[in-house]
C-alpha cells in the first residue's frame, strides 16, 4: 500500500473512532451508522471503495477579542458544543424556507459564552417541527417540541398548574428558551460528572425511548453534505 493510501486511511479511522465529522469529509468518506437506542451508540468503520482519498480539512478563521484563532468546522455526536464555523447566511441557506428566520438565533447561539453547535440544533428542530410544519410550530411557536410546567385556568376562574407542550410569543423566543433548557439540564449543568455533551446522552433524557440520537445525527449528516455544494 504507498505512503499516499496508508495516510488517508489512517486519518479517516481516527475521525471515525473520534465521532467527529468534517464537512468536507463527508463527500469522501463513506460510512454507516446503524440504526441503535438513545442510550448507547455503537460505530461501525465500513470498507472504503475508494482508498485514493484527497483530504481536506474545513477550516475558517474565527475572530476573537485577544486573537485570531483557526478552528476546524463540523460536527460531533460526542460533543455537542463542538463549534461548526458556519456563516449566519450559510446556516440560513441549510434551513427549510419556513425556518430561515431562525438563522440569526442559531449562529448567536453557537458563538455564545456556551455554544450550542449550530448543525445539531438544525437538526433537533428539523426532526421535532417536522421541517416547521408542525401545529406546534406554526402555531405555537415551539421549535423544538419542548415541554414544561404552564398555568391555566378552569371554568370556575381556578389557577392549576399543567405540564404539556409550552407555547411562546415568537420562534426567536422559544429557541433561546431552549438554548437555556439545554444548557442548565443538559450540557453545562456546573457538574462535569452530570454533563450530557452526546447526542445520545442528550436524547436518553430528552426523548426516553426509540431511536431519536440516530435520527439526529442523520439529518446532522444530509446537512453536512449540502454544505459541500455551498462552499
Not at 461501525?44 to 485570531?68: G, N, S, V
Not at 440560513?92 to 428566520?101: G, I, N, S, V, W
Not at 407542550?165 to 453545562?188: C, E, H, R
Amino acid at each position: 500500500m504507498s505512503f499516499k493510501k496508508r495516510m488517508a486511511l489512517s486519518l479517516a479511522t481516527t475521525i471515525l473512532l473520534v465521532g467527529t465529522i468534517n464537512p468536507i469529509f463527508a463527500n469522501d468518506i463513506e460510512n454507516n451508522i446503524e440504526e441503535y437506542d438513545s442510550m448507547a451508540i455503537e460505530e461501525q468503520l465500513i470498507e472504503m471503495e475508494e482508498p485514493e482519498l484527497e483530504l481536506e480539512t474545513y477550516t475558517k478563521l474565527e475572530e476573537t477579542k485577544t486573537a485570531k484563532k483557526k478552528r476546524v468546522g463540523g460536527y460531533s455526536q460526542n460533543d455537542v458544543r463542538v463549534i461548526s464555523c458556519l456563516s449566519q447566511d450559510e446556516i440560513k441557506q441549510l434551513l427549510p424556507a419556513r425556518m430561515k428566520e431562525l438563522a440569526p438565533t442559531l449562529y448567536q447561539i453557537e458563538h455564545s459564552e456556551k455554544p450550542i453547535n449550530a448543525l445539531f440544533l438544525i437538526s433537533v428542530i428539523r426532526l421535532e417541527s417536522w421541517n416547521g410544519s408542525s401545529y406546534l410550530y406554526r402555531v405555537k411557536n415551539n421549535v423544538g417540541g419542548i415541554k414544561g410546567a404552564y398555568l391555566t385556568t378552569d371554568k370556575n376562574g381556578k389557577t392549576r398548574k399543567t405540564y404539556g407542550y409550552l407555547g411562546f410569543s415568537d420562534k426567536k423566543q422559544s429557541l433561546l428558551y431552549m438554548q437555556d433548557f439545554l444548557s442548565k439540564g443538559y450540557i453545562y449543568t456546573g457538574n462535569t460528572k452530570k454533563d450530557r455533551i452526546s447526542v445520545s446522552k442528550i436524547g436518553s433524557k430528552y426523548c426516553v425511548g426509540g431511536n431519536w440520537a440516530a435520527k439526529v445525527n442523520r439529518i446532522a449528516k444530509d446537512t453536512m453534505y449540502r454544505i459541500n455544494e455551498l462552499n
